[in-house]
Each structure stands twice: as C-alpha cells, then as structure tokens.
C-alpha cells in the first residue's frame, strides 16, 4: 500500500507522460471492447430476431441475402414470389402457418412491410417471444398501420396519427403515394429486432397504394389515381410477395419441406433454415471480426509498449529518487515492486477508463450507432467480457512492469547509496 | 576478541574485506570500531573506499569476507532484507545533494523512514498526526519552520535548506547511527559549519559517521580516521587505493 501510494505520487509528479500513457492505454482499450461489443451486438441481436421459424422461403438467391433481406430489412430481394406459389406451399398439409412478408416501400427512411395478422400470432423473437402491444392492436382495415416502438418513438406517432407511404426507400418526391394516408393502430412493444424500425401494414394496404401502378412506376395522369372510397377489396389479392416465413407441424419434416422448394419446378425459389443461414453468415462476417480484433488488439499491444517506454525512460532521471529510498530503508524488493506498481496503476487506470468510456459512449450513442448500423445492437453495459479484458489489460501491464522493476533492481544492488550523477 | 566495554559498539568491523564483482577489491579494513554516540570524522579523497565502507556499514552492500557486526547485528551474515531492515529502523543517511524526493513535500521526505520501518515509526509518533507534527517541529528546529508550514515542494528549495531537510529525516525518530556522505560539500563556507553544529546538537544520543575530504571540518567531531589509514594498511600493503580505481569502486 505504502509503495503503491509511492509508486502513485510518483507517476503523478510526470503528470504529462503519465497523462499521455494512460490515454494511450484507455484508448485501446476502449477500442478492443467496443469492435468486441459491436461484434456481439451486432450478433445477438441478429440471433434474437428469428426463432420459432422453421424455413425462410423467398425467390432464388443466396441464403444470406435471403435471410438478410427477408428478417433484417437488409438488402433487397432479387425478385418476388409469386402469391399461386405461396398459395401452393401454405397449403401444404404439415404446414402449421405461415407469414407472407411484401417490402420495398417505406416511410421517413422507416421500412414498411406488408404481411398479415399471421405476423403479429406467429412471429417469435429472442427466447421464443411473441409480439406484444404497447398500444392499440391489431391491423384491421386496410389502411391500418402497426408501428415498431423505435420507429413510432422517432416519428413521434401516436395512435390515430396518418401518413403517407413512398417507393422505395429514399422519399424521393416524385414516387409518394400520396393521398393515401395510413392511420396509426397499433405500436408494439421494443424487442431489439428490426421489428422495431418497421411499419406493419396488410398486404392489402401495400397493394392499394400501388393500384394504377405500372411496372414500378406511377400512373402518370393524376386523375386516373383510384380514390380510397373507390378501391374495390378484390383488387387488392397480391399477385406477389418477397418472402414468406414458415412454421412446420414437425421438425423432422422441415428439410423434405425445403427441398421441395428448392426443386419446385414452375418457379425457382429457395427456402433455408434460418440457424444454417446465420451460421453461414457468421461464417462470412468471421473473417471481418478476426481481422478487426487483430488490429484491436495490436493497437493494445502498442498502448502497453508506450506504457513500458515510458518507465523505462523515466529509470534514469529515477535514479536519484531510487538511492534515496534505498538509503532511508527501502529493500531492493521495494524497489522492484515500486515500478511494478507503478506500471499496473496506470495500465489499471487506463483500462478502468477506457472500460467505462467505451460503454457510457455506447449508451449515450446508441440510437445514432443503431440507426447507422440499420439494425439494433444488444446487450451493452458493462459485461463480465469488459472485465476479463480489463484484468488482462491490467495484468500485461503488471507483467511489463517486472523490466523495469527487475534493471531498477539490479541497479540499486550496485549503485548501493551513491550515485554517479 | 570480547573486550570488558559494556555498551555493545555502535560499528565493530574486523578483517573486512570487500570485492566488487569485476574482481577489485575496494575495502580491505582490519579493524574499525565506533563507540555508541561516538562522533567520527573519517576523511579521505574519492575513490578511497569511502563510499564502498558506508555502504557496507548502511547494510546496502555485503561483505565479502570478514565480519561487520551494526548496531549489535552480524550483517555479514544477515540476508539483505534483513539489514536493509535495520538502516530502515536505526540508520539516518545523508548524502552530498538531492537527498530529497521531488514529488514528496517536506514533511513527507522527512517521514520517509517510517514508511519503511514500523518500530521508526512508533518512535516519532502513535499516529499519523502526530508523526506529521513531529516532523514539522523538527524542521523548525532546524529553521525551516516556514518552509514546513507552507508545506513546500523539495524542488523550491536552495541546496542549503534541502540539506537540513535531510539532516532532519537522517534525524527522525531517534536513530542510532547517523552517516553522512559529504553533506557539506555543496554548502558555503558559513553555512557549513553551522550545520555540523546543528546536525551534532540534533544528534543527541547517535553516532554520527561524517565523510569528507576537507580536514578543517574534523574541529567539530571527537576523533578522525583517515581511511587510508585502515584501508589496505598495516599487515596489508600500506597504501590507498590508486585514483585510476575503476569507477564502479568509486560509486
């Protein structure tokens, strides 16, 4: 206690070095922790948005970018599946239900899928959870609008509130769907999926907006837009959709179900299992990580370099402030264990600092850094991870300080109490 | 070889012989012997085994043979935890200069023996108030009554006062042996007297081994040795060590 409040008062007296190295050590710290929180947000909150879905099914592509496009609202889908398609796998008698998804319109940057009152009874999130309310219910005619919390909470929506729809993503003037308001009905409960930034709406809404449309375009003439009161409810049968989820009665029937998919002849489509995607993803994204946290911790490697640097050339100006201490009664052991000390104050505070500010940024900047990445990031908050880290970070730093400690050791067994200077 | 003499002898050094790991051999003493409270004035030039003799004494360095019996404590056969324990609890030491720890403020310095040695710091004091108040009456006493007050950092200092605060850690908590290296020769020739007075007067009941090359300093001290009277003397080869002595003798 006595060398370590020494060992403390001292690397105080070189405020800037020790400054510096701190920093240099809370910096790279921060940086190992928050690439791994990332990484690990970015992973549960992926491995939380499915369950309880059986096959993904969508039309012939990749399964990644089917799993992205069709669940994480990420990418977009190469082309559609026919609704005589879906029709013919939803009717299949293992099948216990299914949920048709249509995307590719959106609100203020928000997402809007179509699909049907299926989603709100079928779709699980994290340990098997449904949605739930936090406001309102259930879609019922066609211009009701369901509101994830996020995108309610950014928009300021409340129930009752009505907007517009437009193509695409971007809201690009000349593509609203105007005059065709929605209204607000329900918002749902957060649940750290991408359900949260998504506008819920019937697969009769989507197609009402798009009425008159020709191949993705516009009518041209206004006048020919069909007046809401005027639109006919058997228009609105979908002649596609993007994807449909799908629950199986048994397990043991999913893959005989998935290959029939894979080989159903009139139109090419593929169904994947959500946990093979991901794993594949995973897979893909690994390389990424490994590289990332290559670099993290490389830059932690030069943070505790900088830590040994500065010691070591801090010995010599010491050498001094080293004789005195040996001649009022310090043993060479003190000695030693005074820059070892020294050496683990500093790594600690650093990787104290670095620990904290690297989760308080993340709070604070969370809905920035969700609303970039495009989908939400779990589990921050200081984690046992962040300590393994940090007692590592700390215990490199108590290994460096043995150099020091061990040349300033030999040094006071010949220096005795005198000096050259 | 037991003597009658009551008081255990504050230094009692015989046949020591001291070598340094390159092979010179540095201290070659038959005999020294410094009564308890004994004031000893031992003078010599650089590079004479001064140094080497107080360290050996300090119980910073061994002996290589021979026996070298501190304070009644056979350092020639003590480990060097255990006699770094007994320069922490019973030895003041002052060097030439920067005998301060910059980031430590005066009072501090003073008590840095007791951070080191627990007996030394139940002998100035039960707690760490009173410790701090025995260190501050000390440095008034030794006129830097101010300059503790203020609490001062040891850089603001001129080499005249930080020698006092030197002679007043030297001085804390009643030592027995009290060694100073050439104390005065950073000093004027005005001060330097008047702190011999002081540091002896402060001294009490302590022996005071004072090191310098300047004879004319010896008027204040009971007895003078000159080391190269018992280094490498008598049955040895009755000479010093030669000046071109390596420097790590030297140090």
Redesign the interface.
Known sequence: M?LAL?AW??A??RAATTVLTILSIAISTALLLGVEKIREGARSSFEQTVSGTDLIIGSRSGPINLLLYSVFRIGDPTANVSWQSYEVFAQRPNVAWTVPLSLGDSHNGFRVLGTTTNYFEHYRYGEKRQLSFADGEVFFSVFDAVLGAEAARELGYELGAEFDISHGLKSAGFAEHKNRPFRVVGILDRTGTPVDRTIHVSLEGIEAVHIGWNNGAPPIIRSTQTAISDIDKSELQPDSITAFLVGLKSKSAVLRYQRDVNTFRPEALSAVIPGVALSQLWRVVGAAEKALRGVAVFVIVAGLTGLLTTILTSLNERR??I????????????VFFLLVCEATILAAIGATIGAVAVNLGLVLFSTQIEAAAGFPLGGFGLSLYDLYIAMGVIFIGFALGFLPGWIAYRRS????????? | MRTEQTPTPCVNIQNLEYTW?NGVRALSIRRLYIRQGERLFLQGPSGSGK??L??VI?G??APTAGEATILGQPFHTMT??AR??V???A?G?I??Q???????NLVENVL??C???RR?AERVGSTGAERIDKATHLLSRLGLEEEAQTNRSAAELSVGQQQRVAAA?ALIGSPSLI?A?EPTSALDAETRDAFIETLLSEAQHAAVLFVSHDALLSKHFDRLIAIENINFSQDEHAVSLPQSAP??A??
């Open positions: 006595n020494l008062k001292s105080k007296a001094r402030e004789a005195v201490l040996r001649s009022v009664g310090a043993k060479s052991r003190d067994l010949s220096d005795g109490l005198t000096v050259q200077i | 790991a140094s080497t107080l360290g300090a910073v360095f060097a935890a770094d324990r320069r922490a609890d030895m030491v060097f030439q920067f005998n301060l720890v910059p980031y430590l840095l023996p951070r080191f040695s030394r850690r060694i290296d420097a790590r030297e140090a």
